[in-house]
């Protein structure tokens, strides 16, 4: 059994539904065909039974006489024509009433009939005559017989059958009529499966193509055409397809850009970095030493570049993780500790500076590190832009994070790029930096179910704004986890 359902399994979805539909329909006429010839049979039958209840009725004096005088030999001359007649007493001894050698086998139910007596009983079997003709019987119990001194002989029945024979013949025509039926409309039911799983199939055969092509040449401009209507699983499926290689061109595309955009950010401190190195490499081995003042400026300008370098990486690793690997390190935590631990790293980065906090609880679902970094990243741009002994506030409120520098601002020309990866202002652009900073800030708080934005701040300098959803106190169910 399990052979053939792997072999079932193996062939074409065509060949499978073409099977399929042929076999429920030859279940269907099977069942169709079978209940007509039952339904025809006893039909049949019922006419035959009619026929010999009307037979037995039939009662002229030759049977009252052949009642009361029961022998083995015949007697009379066709009282019942076209019939097998006889009369048969309680232990089986036959009268035959008509002019014919030819008797119904008396069955052990005829004579428990007949030894019950029930004159209005009348029983009907299927039986073979002496001949060996398959005849339908009937059994009529007629009663006790009368002896010729006038007591009371045994019970009596009357036996009539007659031919099954043209009934069968009428039968087997009909069994093979039903059967050729039957073979006709299975293979035509088959044939019409088959085609209608062609047609049905035919937009699974193009979204294969489409599949195909686009494995063999990478090409995921292909679309699948649909009809705007349409809306049956074929349809979803060829949209979905659709969706899906659009998406794919645009991932393929902003990994294009960003490979091309990392490798221009790379290029700048490396080929620094070179330089530097080749300095100190050939001044060793010309063996004319570097001033001291030269060399410390070079070894700091190394570090630097060194630095920058690693931030660079380490913001395009966060860029490259995929949703899944963020959504497993999701948590209810706590925005307001994130931000003072945001504060302490900025404060150690400007010094100089005077930040100010007003903080109050809020609990977001959001990955620590992720959101904490999101904080910092902002925080840096503030300290980098504000002036020397400059102010930065930062605010926290009903699920809302502003932090406001007094810097030069950000020109509004300028604004729609900031979230951009890799952009940097034209007056920022010998600060350092990789670009990437707001791109984060960006996709840590969308990810987060939250918005941000940069605007511009009365009375100068910039204002950033980030919006979380969540609550004041934490779920009971999900005590918050602070970040550090």
Not at 175 to 197: D, R
Not at 433 to 438: A, F, I, T, V
Not at 455 to 472: F, Y
Request: glycine share 10%; proline share 5%.
């Amino acid at each position: 059994m399990s052979k053939v359902v792997r072999r079932f399994r193996s062939l074409p979805i065509r060949a499978r539904l073409a099977m399929l539909v042929a076999a429920a329909v030859a279940f269907g006429v099977a069942a169709v065909s079978v209940t007509c010839w039952f339904i025809v049979q006893g039909k049949l039958y019922e006419q035959v039974d009619d026929d010999l209840k009307k037979a037995s009725m039939r009662m002229p004096g030759q049977l009252q006489d052949a009642l009361n005088s029961c022998t083995e030999t015949p007697y009379g001359n066709g009282i019942f024509r076209n019939t097998y007649s006889q009369l048969v007493q309680e232990d089986g001894t036959v009268c035959i009433l008509q002019d014919s050698a030819a008797t119904v086998k008396v069955a052990g139910a005829d004579k428990d009939e007949i030894k019950d007596g029930d004159t209005g009983k009348i029983y009907f079997r299927n039986g073979t005559a002496g001949d060996g003709t398959d005849v339908r019987v009937l059994v009529r119990p007629l009663g006790a017989t009368t002896t010729a001194t006038g007591d009371t002989g045994p019970n009596v029945g009357l036996v009539v059958a007659v031919s099954l024979n043209s009934t069968q013949k009428t039968l087997n025509e009909l069994a093979l009529i039903l059967l050729l039926v039957s073979g006709v409309g299975v293979v035509g039911a088959g044939a019409a499966g088959l085609a209608v799983a062609r047609a049905g199939l035919r937009p699974v055969d193009k979204l294969t193509e489409a599949v195909e092509h686009v494995a063999r040449t990478e090409d995921l401009t292909v679309r699948i055409p649909v009809e705007a209507d349409a809306e049956d699983e074929v349809a979803r499926l060829s949209r979905s397809f659709n969706s899906m290689t659009s998406s794919l061109a645009s991932s393929r595309d902003l990994q294009q850009q960003l490979i091309a955009d990392a490798g221009h950010e790379l290029r700048t401190p490396l080929t620094s970095l070179r330089t530097n190195i080749e300095l100190l490499t050939r001044s060793e081995e010309t063996g004319r030493p570097i001033p001291e003042a030269d060399r410390k400026a070079l070894m700091s300008s190394v570090k630097a570049q060194m630095t920058e370098l690693a931030a660079l990486i380490g913001d395009l690793q966060e860029l490259s993780r995929s949703e899944g690997q963020r959504g497993e390190r999701v948590q209810v935590i706590s925005l307001e500790d994130a931000v003072e631990s945001a504060l302490r790293r900025a404060r150690l980065r400007g010094p100089e500076l005077t930040i100010t906090a007003d903080l109050q609880p809020w609990y977001v679902r959001a990955e620590p590190a992720a959101l904490e970094r999101a904080v910092v990243n902002i925080l840096d741009n503030a300290v980098k832009f504000s002036p020397e002994g400059g102010t930065i506030e930062v605010q926290l409120a009903s699920g809302v994070l502003t932090v406001r520098d007094h810097g030069p601002g950000i020109p509004a020309e300028e604004l729609p790029h900031v979230f951009d990866r890799f952009w940097r202002s034209p007056s920022a652009r010998a600060m350092p930096g990789s670009g990437l900073g707001l791109s984060i800030v960006a996709r840590t708080v969308q990810q987060a179910g939250g918005d941000v934005t940069l605007g511009h701040a009365e009375g100068g300098g910039t204002i950033a704004t980030v919006r979380l959803p969540g609550a004041p106190t934490p779920p009971p169910e999900s005590p918050a986890s602070a970040s550090g």
